[in-house]
């Protein structure tokens, strides 16, 4: 059973920067495609990045530039390092696992809040 936790989110100021972390269990890590979601309240949960098992990264418009995605395939974890943070990123973050050769693999964390608020 893979299992995927959260960890990092908090309060940030507007401008300010958080760093989440995903870690990841009972599976070999490296073949899976890294995700990030989020949720707002009263929204549909949206694409935020993602990572392939190549190391290929991808972004949703709304954080490119500011969010990066990386992953540690040793330590069978990924990140996803928050800058230039806005009230508009507040959400609940989710990470997901999707393995790279069979989509219906396809794990997710249980979240972790973060509240960009002055």
């Known amino acids: 059973q893979v299992q995927l936790v959260e960890s990092g989110g908090g309060l940030a100021q507007p401008g300010g920067s958080l760093s989440l972390s995903c870690a990841a269990s009972?599976?070999?890590?490296?073949?899976?495609?890294m995700k990030w979601y989020r949720q707002a309240p009263g929204k549909q949960r949206e694409f935020v990045a993602e990572?392939?098992?190549?190391?290929?990264?991808n972004y949703a418009d709304s954080v490119k530039g500011r969010f990066t995605i990386s992953r540690n395939n040793v330590k069978n974890t990924a990140y996803l390092q928050m800058n230039n943070l806005k009230p508009e990123d507040t959400a609940v973050y989710y990470c997901?696992?999707?393995?790279?050769?069979?989509?219906?693999?396809?794990?997710w964390g249980q979240g972790t809040q973060v509240t960009v608020s002055s």
């Open positions: 997901n696992a999707v393995h790279s050769r069979a989509a219906s693999l396809d794990y």
């Open positions: 009972g599976t070999i890590f490296n073949l899976y495609a």
């Open positions: 990572i392939s098992s190549q190391l290929n990264t």
